[in-house]
């Protein structure tokens, strides 16, 4: 079974949603499951796991009836206030509905040391419990922090958003790979393959930029800890979705049967628990 491991939905407001700038006036609208379905169904995939954008609770109950009205939706990545006493509330509530697989917090947008306040690691030692996996979103200067942070749990299951968002526009790519490196030596951390033509540069971005960093985290992680993401709609503000996923599709297209289904499926419903 092919997975599409990071997808997005949301019905579009300004006051809502105001990190989708002007500069990304392509996206100000909304995005619904009817919207990706000839996409997956055109990129060979059978389902996706669809992630929260906005950090209320509402959203992802919001998400989880999408979950219930849509069998492709095979997982929600959702949102709790894992820094609030209601945590443990939040999780019983939404725990109970069986296509609750993860969980996440924008800690991109977060000051420095966010991930290491105690309040919130008390949150995440929540997850384990509850049986959730923890999607981990920072940009490359975040990194050596969140290798920090997810050594403390090794029990926990994580997964790093979009290769940590390295400057692929710079052609920056030593610091990432050191610290993406110590990231793929914790056993309990694996990796989507995501994210990578919004980090280059959105009109003029060729396969020749992206490959590096697309090498250095197979390299790093290996076949057997990826996972394939389109990060729909999003990837759209530089690349259509078949652009996207076909970047990792050519490249595991020569390799082994089970290394291909690892990435393109395997990685996903083992890490988070996907029913197949």
């Not at 975040?142 to 920090?148: F, G, I, K, N, T």
Request: negative net charge; aromatic residues 8%; contains cysteine.
């Amino acid at each position: 079974m092919r997975i599409d491991s990071h997808q997005h939905f949301w019905r579009y407001s300004a006051a809502a949603h105001p990190w989708i700038t002007d500069r990304m006036a392509a996206i100000q609208r909304d995005f619904l499951p009817p919207d990706l379905a000839p996409h997956l169904g055109a990129a060979g995939f059978d389902g996706s796991v669809l992630v929260q954008v906005l950090q209320n609770v509402e959203e992802t109950r919001w998400l989880l009836r999408l979950a219930d009205e849509h069998p492709s939706i095979r997982g929600v990545v959702g949102w709790v206030d894992l820094c609030s006493d209601e945590a443990v509330v939040q999780l019983d509530e939404l725990s109970q509905h069986p296509r609750l697989v993860g969980v996440r917090h924008i800690v991109q947008a977060e000051p420095d040391g966010f991930m290491l306040r105690d309040d919130f690691l008390r949150g995440i030692a929540h997850l384990e419990r509850f049986g959730l996996a923890y999607d981990v979103l920072v940009v490359e200067r975040q990194l050596p922090e969140a290798v920090d942070f997810a050594a403390r749990f090794p029990r926990q299951r994580f997964v790093l958003d979009h290769i940590a968002k390295p400057r692929i526009a710079a052609g920056e790519i030593r610091e990432w790979r050191r610290h993406l490196g110590a990231m793929a030596r914790l056993p309990n951390v694996v990796c989507k393959l995501s994210g990578m033509v919004t980090e280059a540069d959105w009109s003029s971005w060729t396969r020749e930029n992206v490959r590096p960093y697309l090498d250095a985290a197979i390299e790093c992680f290996g076949p057997g800890r990826l996972m394939i993401g389109s990060d729909w709609p999003v990837c759209t503000l530089a690349a259509t979705y078949e652009e996207t996923m076909a970047i990792v599709l050519d490249t595991v297209a020569a390799w082994s049967e089970d290394e291909r289904d690892a990435v393109l499926g395997g990685t996903a419903i083992r890490t988070y628990g996907l029913a197949r």
